[in-house]
């Protein structure tokens, strides 16, 4: 294979000076199923344990499949009337977001997983929940992003968030940031906003499903 003539097909190269180095291979295992999204300004670098939805064209949208990662999302946000089920979707999704985190070396190395604040401000939105989750089992320091009640992303989409979140404490080094789903993007990069400006030197993002939206 001519590597050289293909290379316009990559925009990510990684190159060793010698032997590969230790977890390379439990990395590029990540990198084969987990989606690398576009990561906006300030991220520096997103990624989705998988779609939210299994895309087939012979279908309409609306009766397209739930993904793996979309099926236990679905479970734990509305799943309400069937607590166990909920909780054994969250702990779930809290395996495979830590295995992530364990797999990818500057995710791994972050000492900060931080929060995005749900709609209604009460700080116990499933993407919080499931958070505080992942950081307990990654031993991070969690830490809380405050935010304001205000209309839900589906309900409103155009809404600005800009200036609404904080953050209790200054950072020194680098955080991720979970959330559940990935729409528009806005709240999450809102949150990576804040973080850097908390002192964040770099921000990476892990979010479980990305919806078909976006």
């Not at 895309?55 to 607590?83: F, I, R």
């Not at 609404?164 to 709240?187: E, K, N, Q, R, Y």
Request: negative net charge; contains cysteine; glycine residues 8%.
């Amino acid at each position: 294979m001519d590597v050289a003539a293909d290379r316009g097909d990559f925009n990510w190269c990684l190159e060793f000076p010698g032997p590969f180095p230790e977890g390379f291979e439990q990395l590029v295992s990540l990198l084969e199923t987990a989606l690398c999204l576009p990561a906006p300004s300030p991220f520096d670098l997103v990624l989705a344990l998988d779609r939210y939805k299994i895309v087939d064209e012979e279908l309409p949208p609306e009766q397209w499949e739930n993904t793996e990662a979309g099926e236990l999302v679905h479970k734990a946000k509305y799943y309400l009337s069937s607590p166990q089920i909920q909780r054994s979707a969250r702990e779930s999704l809290t395996r495979r977001m830590a295995n992530a985190i364990w797999s990818h070396p500057v995710y791994r190395d972050a000492p900060y997983l931080i929060s995005v604040p749900g709609s209604s401000g009460r700080g116990n939105s499933t993407g919080e929940q499931i958070a505080r989750l992942v950081a307990a089992e990654t031993g991070k320091q969690f830490i809380q992003t405050v935010g304001p009640a205000r209309p839900q992303r589906k309900a409103d989409p155009t809404f600005d968030v800009s200036g609404l979140f904080s953050l209790p404490s200054m950072l020194s080094g680098s955080c991720v940031i979970i959330d559940d789903v990935w729409h528009t993007g806005a709240t999450c990069v809102e949150v990576a906003r804040t973080a850097k400006l908390a002192g964040a030197d770099a921000v990476y993002g892990l979010v479980a499903a990305r919806t078909m939206r976006n």
